[in-house]
């Protein structure tokens, strides 16, 4: 069983690299950002209070994600694995996670940190033409990143899950050294 959640900044791959292990893995990629996308298209009610978040380059509350979260994992294709892509965003979050999985019996095997530097993020985010990715936009999305999310690389490392990869190279290579991480 493969159960793997995937950190690195806005821009730094994660949802495609998630989404190519998952197909070849045959198990979900759970998206935080495409759960709130499509609640924010949908104009569900936690969509119409997380587009005001968005919209401002803010994370989105922990409460709205929390239940999201809950309910995803646990589903029937989740039992036997997953890639948690966009969550946990902090510490908290984390601490969460892990009370949840103990509570479903599931475990966590791996955090890949997808690493890549900020020029190459803020291009990246700039060629996807979203409505909500614009220049200060982007550097705002950045800054909240690394005040809140980064702390997770060193917690993740004191547990002994962290796995740096190099997040700036082809696609092709990324996903090679995803591929043998899964299988060592």
């Not at 924010?40 to 989105?60: H, Q, R, S, Y």
């Not at 103990?102 to 020029?119: A, H, I, K």
Request: net charge negative; aromatic share 4%.
């Amino acid at each position: 069983m493969t159960k793997l959640i995937f950190l690195g900044a806005p821009g730094a791959g994660k949802g495609t690299q998630a989404q190519i292990l998952s197909q070849n893995l045959g198990i979900p990629h759970i998206s935080t950002g495409e759960i709130l996308r499509d609640a924010i298209a949908a104009e569900t009610p936690l969509g119409i209070k997380a587009k005001g978040f968005v919209d401002n380059g803010d994370l989105v509350p922990d409460e709205l994600i929390l239940d999201l979260i809950k309910e995803r994992l646990g589903q029937e294709d989740a039992q036997k694995g997953w890639i948690l892509d966009g969550f946990p965003r902090n510490v908290p979050q984390a601490d969460f996670l892990n009370n949840l999985l103990q509570d479903l019996n599931q475990v966590c095997n791996g955090v890949v940190n997808l690493d890549v530097p900020d020029s190459v993020l803020l291009e990246r985010l700039l060629s996807r033409g979203r409505a909500d990715d614009n220049e200060a936009t982007i550097r705002n999305r950045l800054q909240v990143y690394r005040q809140q999310t980064a702390p997770l690389i060193d917690y993740y490392q004191q547990n002994q899950l962290l796995i740096n990869v190099n997040g700036h190279r082809e696609l092709s290579q990324i996903s090679e050294e995803l591929e043998t991480i899964v299988k060592s």
